[in-house]
């Protein structure tokens, strides 16, 4: 009954657009499935979080359904194979990503045969949950809405979750994208059934699905599937505002409870999942299917605009073929919506787990943005803004590079979900400044980090060298202690020899470094014999090799190699003369009781770091 | 009179004793100053400018020998940042102790690495890895690009390799507007 009467308060929002919506194009037809029959070009790099550990070899024939890379570490997502073939290439190809940088990818040529790796259903109403979830580690599934978060860490609960409310996500607020519009039509009663195992999976008492009252027919299916299924899910219908689909705001207005910046939503005890994604967990969780296809919205400038079924790794060209090919016009492709998606760096980068919409964006549906104006402080932006956030104060701190106060400013709360610019009157691109100042932000974060851990090293280093300095005092007190209770009996030349060679042998150890002592001049000496014979064979080995593949080249290569060689010799010079300064500066260094006299002999650059130093205290 | 003058005396004493005790349970361990001008320091401990690290450079310049334009991985933003800690006036990067460089690291051609270890002891954050008379290697992840290895090495096998751009590390870019065509050209164009 519930399905019929729509009884729930609703809550508002702060701000939010009305962007034209665009969506009837690509609903007329239903989800068509389209086969791998092209090379599929798969980035390791699908998701949030670490790059997944590759399991598979160049030449290696694969099934459908097989593991390709594995998660690696906290948070990641696995890759299956979405269609039987052979691995061609593990290489660097361009990926959907507004950098246009390729990474590395797998490419898998399909053998046409379809041929499915044994599945293992999970029989989730019996196992223990924690196992269920750990499993799940294993099915590639990430957040099909765009935001590609791993579904196994959000289900992760560890048992105590206090989690009350499951929020299904199925407004798909921005304009053009349909696809989770007609998986709600054609596969309503699969949803229900993922709703319930995430239900389980959860502990969650009640589950709420968000829809935007611009989707009737889905909200119509899925009331009759939560009917047949006697589920207690609530079918709500929200009013069509940009951006509610954003999983904060969506919560907020099906359940009223707002999220503070620094938690999450499981803080507040709701956990917010797609439509696709839950369905693609029924499909794990009854079949062992793991994540290898996706349902795309090809729309804008194509013949005949719609949704697709496709395999992972697809190139978009084909899905644009699928759609009957691009039209007349056609100036490049966007990956996502018109809000906040990005244009693709080619037609030919592959479908991801994150590609939910492609548009072939034409001059006249995405006209070139009007030059932008200074700010006139009208605060529309932040009428507009749905996280309640200052835009105009946000874009002057950016745009002077005032980080610390954008940070302050909360920045990082900042969704991106372009409301300011759509409404900016003057036509100010304020979601670039954000993503700017964004990523300059955690350019400079990870700088500091490096910056501490080489702080970290720099000063145990110091402390090692300080600690073998004491050390070697220390010893060499007891030794003269003792040498002069033996000097009686053993003759002090025999002793020489062997510490030499052990010098020789232990040349990078600091702690045989009795440089200090003018005694141990022989061991000085053969220590730079051995090094000098090492840099011989080194030369000797490098004109052996030279004489391999060197025996018919250009005069232009030979007197390049000429050059290098002079080079060589040039530096092994230096390196000779900078070591037999470092004797000097090391017996120099007895005298100076408190200089460092870590300064070890066979580290030439030791002593060049230390010079300048020496001359400064004074 | 009298006491009046011993209540005075007694809490005279008495916050003495809280003052002294206090000082020494909650002293401040080193210099707060160099501390704060070390955190501004890229720590890449290269020696360029004109100190044995980051340390004594920031050492240096709380006891006021030293300029603040003297780092040239800090780059001008790292002397701005010190101007502001200092209270001085900002000034550009002095050119004598080297220029800006992009983020680099050091790598070893482990096929010419004779196993000297000269350069695991030039190397400021222990970030080579090897042992005598055996393969070196330099661990990506923790060098700082300071270059202080390159010069020991007897058979220059050591190069500096920037950091290449990755769809991981790269950012967005600062939004430029191209200066629009005139009218004529666009229809040319058309
Ligand atoms: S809407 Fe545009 S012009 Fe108005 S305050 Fe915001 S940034 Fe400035
Ligand atoms: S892009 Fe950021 S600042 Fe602009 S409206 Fe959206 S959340 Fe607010
Ligand atoms: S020049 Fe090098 S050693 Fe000196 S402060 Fe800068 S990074 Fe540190
Ligand atoms: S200094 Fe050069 S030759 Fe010596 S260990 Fe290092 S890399 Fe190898």
Redo the contacts with the bound molecule.
């Keep these: 009954m519930n399905a019929l009467v729509n009884l729930a308060k609703l809550f508002k929002f702060n701000?939010g657009v009305h962007p034209p919506q665009h969506k009837q194009a690509s609903t007329t037809q239903p989800i068509r499935v389209l086969q791998a029959n092209l090379p599929l070009v798969l980035p390791l790099r699908q998701h949030v979080g670490n790059i997944p550990h590759l399991r598979v070899q160049v030449g290696e024939h694969v099934l459908k359904g097989q593991l390709l890379a594995e998660a690696e570490g906290g948070i990641s997502a696995a890759i299956h194979a979405p269609t039987s073939g052979t691995i061609t290439a593990i290489q660097d190809a361009l990926i959907p990503h507004p950098s246009g940088l390729p990474d590395r990818c797998v490419t898998l040529q399909p053998d046409g045969l379809d041929e499915w790796t044994a599945l293992t259903p999970i029989d989730w109403q019996h196992m223990e949950k924690r196992a269920v979830v750990a499993s799940l580690r294993q099915s590639g599934i990430v957040g099909l809405g765009g935001a590609a978060f791993p579904t196994h860490i959000k289900l992760r609960s560890d048992g105590r979750s206090g989690i009350h409310t499951l929020v299904i996500n199925a407004a798909e607020c921005e304009p053009y994208i349909t696809c989770d519009d007609m998986v709600m039509r054609e596969r309503a009663a699969d949803i229900l059934r993922g709703i319930a195992i995430t239900q389980h999976l959860l502990g969650a008492e009640r589950c709420l699905i968000g829809i935007e009252d611009n989707k009737p027919e889905a909200a119509a299916a899925l009331r009759a599937a939560c009917h047949a299924a006697d589920s207690s899910a609530q079918v709500i219908v929200v009013p069509t505002i940009y951006?509610s689909g954003d999983a904060r705001r969506l919560i907020h207005v099906l359940t009223g409870l707002e999220i503070p910046s620094h938690q999450r939503s499981v803080d507040v005890g709701v956990q917010c999942f797609n439509v696709a994604t839950v369905l693609a967990i029924y499909r794990y969780m009854s079949f062992g299917e793991p994540a290898l296809s996706r349902i795309v919205t090809v729309t804008g400038n194509v013949a005949r605009p719609g949704n697709f079924e496709v395999p992972l790794g697809m190139p978009v060209s084909a899905l644009l073929e699928a759609a009957g090919g691009v039209l007349e016009d056609t100036s490049e492709f966007i990956m996502g919506g018109p809000m906040m998606g990005f244009s693709l760096p080619s037609p030919e980068v592959p479908v991801t787990k994150a590609t939910n919409c492609i548009i072939a964006s034409t001059p006249s549906l995405f006209p070139p943005a009007a030059p932008a104006m200074p700010c006139i402080r009208c605060a529309r932006?932040?009428d507009?803004?749905?996280?309640?956030?200052?835009?105009q104060e946000?874009y002057w701190f950016a745009k002077s590079d005032n980080f610390d106060k954008a940070r302050d400013y909360k920045?990082f709360?900042?969704?991106?979900?372009?409301?300011?610019?759509?409404?900016c009157p003057s036509n100010i691109p304020?979601?670039q400044y954000?993503r700017y100042a964004k990523s300059e932000i955690i350019a400079q974060d990870r700088a500091k980090e490096a910056a501490n851990l080489a702080r970290e090293r720099n000063d145990f280093r110091l402390m090692r060298i300080e600690r073998e300095k004491q050390e070697r005092a220390l010893k060499h007190a007891q030794k003269a202690a003792g040498a002069k209770a033996e000097a009686s009996k053993i003759e002090p030349g025999k002793a020489e020899p062997s510490k030499a060679e052990s010098g020789v042998q232990h040349a990078a150890d600091p702690a045989v470094n009795v440089a200090a002592s003018p005694a141990s001049a022989q061991a000085e000496a053969a220590k730079k014999a051995a090094i000098a014979a090492a840099i011989a064979r080194a030369k000797a080995q490098k004109a052996a090799q030279a004489a391999q593949n060197t025996a018919a080249v250009t005069p232009a290569v030979a007197a390049e190699m000429a050059a290098i060689d002079a080079r060589r010799a040039e530096a092994a010079a230096r390196a000779a003369n900078i070591n037999k300064d470092d004797v000097a500066e090391a017996a120099a260094a007895t005298h100076v009781a408190d200089q460092d006299s870590t300064t070890s002999p066979a580290s030439a650059q030791t002593v060049s770091s230390v010079a300048p130093n020496s001359k400064e205290p004074s | 009179m009298l006491t009046a003058l011993l209540v005075m005396v007694g809490l005279a004493l008495l916050l003495g004793l809280v003052l002294g005790y206090s000082a020494l349970k909650f002293k401040v361990e080193g210099d707060p100053l160099v501390a704060r001008i070390d955190a501004i320091l890229p720590q890449t401990q290269c020696g360029q400018c004109g100190y044995p690290g980051c340390k004594p450079y920031a050492t240096a310049i709380a006891n006021g020998e030293a300029d603040i334009n003297q780092c040239p991985p800090g780059g001008d933003a790292g002397v701005h940042a010190l101007a502001d800690l200092l209270g001085v006036e900002y000034k550009p990067l002095n050119a004598e102790h080297g220029v800006p460089k992009p983020k680099s690291v050091a790598v070893i051609d482990e096929q010419t690495c004779i196993g000297c270890t000269l350069c695991i002891q030039a190397c400021p954050v222990d970030a080579i890895l090897g042992a005598a008379k055996h393969m070196h290697t330099i661990i990506a992840a923790e060098c700082t690009g300071c270059e202080l290895c390159l010069a020991p090495c007897p058979v220059d096998c050591i190069s500096m390799q920037p950091l290449a751009e990755t769809p991981d590390n790269w950012k967005w870019r600062y939004p430029v507007f191209p200066i629009k065509p005139v009218q004529a050209t666009l229809e040319k164009a058309a």
């Design positions: 701000g951006p932006c932040a507009a803004c749905p996280v309640s956030l200052q835009p946000l920045l709360d900042c969704i991106e979900c372009g409301c300011c610019s759509y409404v304020l979601v954000y």
